[in-house]
């Protein structure tokens, strides 16, 4: 590739660019997009850590027998708790990812550093103006702040520079695409993971766009200047920006799947149209705008929910089950190829299961198809919804989605963008190596916690559920798993934090050799690579496993209209 | 590679089990694509979003109207209204109370009217847990048949300020 590029001044090889050689993988490195993926990884992790001690403090006061915060608090930071997961720690964190995808993999520089400085800057002033407007009170509105409810205009006028910022960012990495591509910096397709984030920021932009076309209205009338939007227009248009961006997440955290699995065991697709083309399906038949929260509303009728739920016939979750499929059958046709082939699941002990990288993305496809997957696809069917809408059981399911699934493999990734980008080795690394299990541990009972007490009807935002004498022992044993959960969970998320910066601070430097090694699937002695690679079938275990999630897909689904049905008839 | 720029010619078709996952899949979606027009048409659980445009100041005026003409009794201030059976029944929604008190009859069909005076709120049938969206300036209307009998708390599951987790109401059925 070399001499191909050479000459060409946009590349990361060519003599003069800003541009250096990775001791571990021997890929060029832009110095430029290098700043920026630390910049926007260290403000995410900040993010995460100030959402973490407000989740500490939600799980403790919705765990009825401690009830922490008086009520005005609860409000207030679980405000803050959703904007700072949700939006800041989440985006930040993509952008970095965004700005990796699009310059190392194709041995490309990123189009504009001041354009990143700007992105950045609008971002990050974004984030801190609606975080002190949270704290100092003038924005009890929480997360989605459905109109007619009011906040200060700092506080959409952040939200507005955040969205701004991101799209900057993504503008930027369009442009850098574009450049790579007319000046070829690379020859053919780009990788699968530059595949998925090019999704990701697709969709970004779309979701990006309703936040713009909800939130000036909004703040203008918070300003006094025009009147007052529609509240059901709010509702119809937030949630363009509110679920599309579950998708974005989905189609990165999907893309550091298929990243870590590769470091980690050397998977390659088995099939690799069959995995851009589930991408081209989330980009394609992301179901339109806001449906899924809108399900039991006034105003917009049974086709339209049924249209917009489905898409007429659910092929973005059909993506998602792809994905669910194609990336353990890499996985598991890497180890089969490294000769560990006994059995329906001989493979599954060889796992490198000691590299934390690579518990967090298993733990992350587990609980995010098994739990988030099942439960959002039968929540968000159109008639079910008369018996989840607003209950906890909303709040269980995302947070075995974007917390188990996409935080959880986030947290992966970092455990090899520290090394390879910061060029520090982790310190305490047994410490590191439990952190995932912990994590998925404490984010599952969670998220079970929160489901279950959701069935038996405990709405989600409630300060208080003992007052109005509705919910019985069982309620509060849910919420009891929840609170445990969470200690657990926030205790993981601590120590993540606390990872990250000692190594950032104290991790001895890697530069000039490889950055030390988390683990990865060993070849056994005397196994000849490639002997699977036309047996379409040899991957027996994941076959099985599919299996069983499509059962208890079906079973879960079915039980539900089961439920359905013994509620009062409504129309 | 995931990492790595893909060999030419990687466009292959799906082939042995991954085709036959596809498929699998591909099927359950449809499944569950024409269970909800099935249940539409079928089943008794739908949300149509029957809604009209209303002030909140006409909307309290038609449900004021209706509580003087059916009120059957009062409990803690609060008037209990008996609609008749196939007819139109109205709740207030406002922070942070539903008004008023509904006493129906197990099996007959009942028009519910829902709307708010100033905010989001969530009408929340416990402990049967039905669940509907109410908003200012829409007229949402059920189309309800109690089966069960006795005494249900409508809780607030919008978030709607302070008093949010005190908003309760009440459906009596006999
Ligand atoms: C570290 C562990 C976490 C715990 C223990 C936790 C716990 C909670 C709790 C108790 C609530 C309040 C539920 C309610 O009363 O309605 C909540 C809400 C929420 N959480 Fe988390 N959470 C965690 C991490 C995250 C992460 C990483 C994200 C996003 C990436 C997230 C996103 C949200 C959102 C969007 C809400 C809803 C806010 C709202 O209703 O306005 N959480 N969480
Ligand atoms: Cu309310
Ligand atoms: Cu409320």
């Known amino acids: 590739m070399t001499s191909l590029t050479a000459t060409i001044p946009t590349a990361l090889d060519a003599p003069g660019a800003q541009s250096r050689h990775c001791d571990t993988t ?12 630390k910049l926007s990884a260290v403000s995410a992790v900040v993010f995460l850590l100030l959402g973490g001690i407000a989740a500490i403090l939600l799980a403790l006061t919705r765990w009825q027998a ?20 949700l939006i800041f720690w989440i985006l930040f964190f993509e952008v970095a990812i965004l700005y990796f995808a699009c310059t190392i993999p194709l041995n490309a520089r990123l189009f504009s550093r001041k354009i990143a400085w700007a992105a950045f800057a609008m971002m990050l002033t974004g984030a801190v103006m609606v975080d002190v407007t949270i704290l100092v009170g003038r924005a009890d509105v929480l997360m989605t702040s459905y109109l007619p409810l009011l906040a200060h205009p700092a506080f959409y006028l952040g939200i507005i520079l955040v969205a701004v910022g991101t799209l900057t960012a993504v503008f930027n990495f369009f442009a850098t695409l574009y450049i790579a591509k007319r000046d070829r910096t690379y020859e053919g397709s780009v990788p699968l993971v530059t595949f998925g984030a090019l999704a990701a920021a697709i969709i970004a932009v779309v979701t990006l766009l309703h936040g713009a076309i909800v939130m000036i209205p909004t703040f203008t009338y918070s300003m006094g200047w025009t009147p007052q939007p529609d509240p059901m227009w709010y509702r119809m248009i937030w949630w363009g920006l509110g679920h599309q961006s579950q998708q974005v997440n989905v189609c990165a955290m999907v893309a550091v799947w298929y990243l870590v699995g590769h470091l980690a065991t050397g998977a390659k697709p088995v099939n690799e149209t069959v995995c851009r083309g589930a991408f081209l399906l989330y980009i394609l038949f992301i179901n339109l705008a806001s ?26 979750v059909l993506a998602s089950m792809i994905h669910g499929f194609t990336v353990p059958a890499s996985i598991e046709m890497a180890m089969r190829d490294k000769g560990y082939v006994k059995g329906l699941f ?21 609980i995010f198809g098994f739990i988030g997957g099942i439960t959002g696809v039968t929540l968000g069917t159109q008639q079910i919804n008369i018996i989840a809408h ?15 699934g996409t935080t959880l493999a986030f947290m992966g990734l970092a455990y090899y963008v520290i090394p390879l980008i910061f060029r520090r080795d982790f310190v305490w690394r047994g410490a590191a190596r439990l952190q995932p299990w912990l994590f998925g541990g404490g984010i599952l009972m969670v998220s079970l916690g929160m489901s279950f007490a959701g069935s038996l009807g405990v709405p989600r935002r409630d300060y208080d559920i003992e007052p109005s004498g509705a919910f019985g022992p069982a309620s509060h044993l849910f919420l009891g798993i929840m609170g445990v959960g969470a200690v657990v969970a926030v205790t993981a998320l601590l120590l993540f934090c606390f990872l990250c910066v000692g190594t950032l601070l104290f991790g ?3 530069s000039g050799r490889a950055m030390a090694e988390w683990g990865a699937a060993q070849r056994l002695p005397g196994v000849r690579e490639g002997l699977l690679d036309h047996d379409h079938w040899a991957m027996k275990g994941t076959i099985a496993l599919t299996a069983v999630f499509l059962a208890s897909f079906a079973v879960y689904y079915f039980a539900n209209w089961k439920a359905l049905a013994d509620v009062w008839p409504v129309q | 590679m995931s990492l790595s720029i893909p060999e030419r010619g990687w466009y292959k078709a799906p082939a042995g089990a991954e085709k036959l996952w596809i498929g699998l899949a591909l099927t359950w979606c449809l499944v569950m694509s024409v269970m909800m027009p099935y249940w539409h048409f079928r089943g008794k659980q739908n949300s149509r979003g029957e809604a009209y445009a209303v002030t909140p100041a006409a909307f309290f005026e038609r449900a004021d109207t209706f509580v003087q003409a059916n009120k059957v009794g009062e409990r803690d201030g609060i008037p209990i209204v008996e609609p008749a059976p196939g007819g139109d029944a109205y709740l207030v929604a406002r922070m942070w109370s539903w008004y008023p008190i509904l ?3 197990e099996g007959q069909t009942y028009r519910v009217h829902l709307s708010s005076m100033d ?9 049967l847990n039905m669940n509907f969206q109410v908003l200012p300036g829409y007229d949402h209307v059920l189309t309800l048949t109690p089966t069960s009998k006795g005494e249900f708390t409508i809780v607030c599951n919008e978030f709607c300020g302070i008093g949010h987790d005190r908003m309760f109401g009440k459906i009596l059925v006999e």
């Open chain 1, 390 to 404: 607003n209950t906890l059981r909303i709040t269980g399911h995302f947070h075995a989605t974007v917390v188990g």
């Open chain 2, 119 to 127: 905010l989001n709120h969530g009408f929340s049938l416990q402990p």
């Open chain 1, 508 to 510: 001895e430097r890697n």
């Open chain 1, 346 to 366: 001989g493979w599954v002990t060889a796992l490198p299961w000691r590299n934390p990288a690579f518990s967090a993305v298993v733990l992350s496809v587990v």
């Open chain 2, 103 to 105: 006493r129906l009859r």
């Open chain 1, 26 to 37: 021997g890929l060029k490195v832009c110095l430029s997009s290098q700043s920026f993926i």
């Open chain 1, 291 to 316: 449906a899924h929260h809108l399900l039991v509303d006034p105003a917009v009728g049974a086709s339209w929910k049924i249209w917009n739920t489905s898409y007429a016939m659910y092929l973005a």
């Open chain 1, 66 to 85: 401690v009830h922490l915060l008086p009520v005005d608090w609860f409000y207030r930071i679980l405000t803050f708790h959703g904007l700072n997961m």
